[in-house]
């Protein structure tokens, strides 16, 4: 399977550019791939757990022939009920080997997460401040060992 993990999207790409924006949705999609090695196949709701780490929910919403919209998110407890954060919706698009994060919830409890939409916003329009936080974050579970494989 090809990897990026040394790409650094940021450092060689014209950001705000179309092809910039084309580059960070190959990379999401290589590091989704390396989440989810059966993306193209599996259906449901997943949870993948890792020791150290929050349980990562994955939901397949939506199979089309060449697309698959899922969602990406840790589950939190707090007082006020059930939080989801960072609330990513995805979408895949398989023939042309993409993913863009379509949505991103506003509010993050996660510290890291926080900073990164801070310094992204400063420079970078909304879709390439989605896309880049979930190309950092897909990076992140896979060095924490997340895997999520068909039942």
Same mark, same amino acid.
């Given at each position: 399977?090809?990897?990026? #993990?040394?790409?650094?999207?940021?450092?060689?790409? #014209?950001?705000? #550019?179309?092809?910039?924006?084309?580059?960070?949705?190959?990379?999401?999609?290589?590091?989704?791939?390396?989440?989810?090695?059966?993306?193209?196949?599996?259906?449901?709701?997943?949870? #993948?757990?890792?020791?150290?780490?929050?349980?990562?929910?994955?939901?397949?919403?939506?199979?089309?022939?060449?697309?698959?919209?899922?969602?990406?998110?840790?589950?939190?407890?707090?007082?006020?009920?059930?939080?989801?954060?960072?609330?990513?919706?995805?979408?895949?698009?398989?023939?042309?080997?993409?993913?863009?994060?379509?949505?991103?919830?506003?509010?993050?409890?996660?510290?890291?997460?926080?900073?990164?939409?801070?310094?992204?916003?400063?420079?970078?329009?909304?879709?390439?401040?989605?896309?880049?936080?979930?190309?950092?974050?897909?990076?992140?579970?896979?060095?924490?060992?997340?895997?999520?494989?068909?039942?």
């Amino acid at each position: 399977m090809l990897l990026d #993990s040394s790409l650094v999207p940021q450092t060689i790409i #014209s950001p705000r #550019s179309f092809v910039g924006l084309m580059s960070v949705y190959e990379s999401n999609f290589l590091r989704l791939l390396s989440l989810i090695p059966d993306l193209d196949q599996i259906d449901g709701c997943f949870r #993948s757990r890792v020791a150290g780490d929050c349980d990562l929910h994955v939901d397949i919403l939506e199979r089309a022939r060449y697309t698959v919209t899922l969602s990406l998110t840790y589950y939190f407890d707090t007082p006020d009920g059930r939080v989801s954060d960072p609330d990513m919706l995805v979408r895949a698009y398989l023939d042309g080997k993409l993913a863009e994060a379509v949505r991103l919830g506003r509010e993050h409890r996660h510290v890291e997460f926080r900073r990164l939409l801070r310094e992204q916003r400063k420079d970078l329009g909304a879709r390439w401040t989605r896309n880049m936080v979930l190309n950092k974050w897909l990076d992140y579970l896979r060095e924490q060992g997340h895997l999520v494989l068909d039942r």
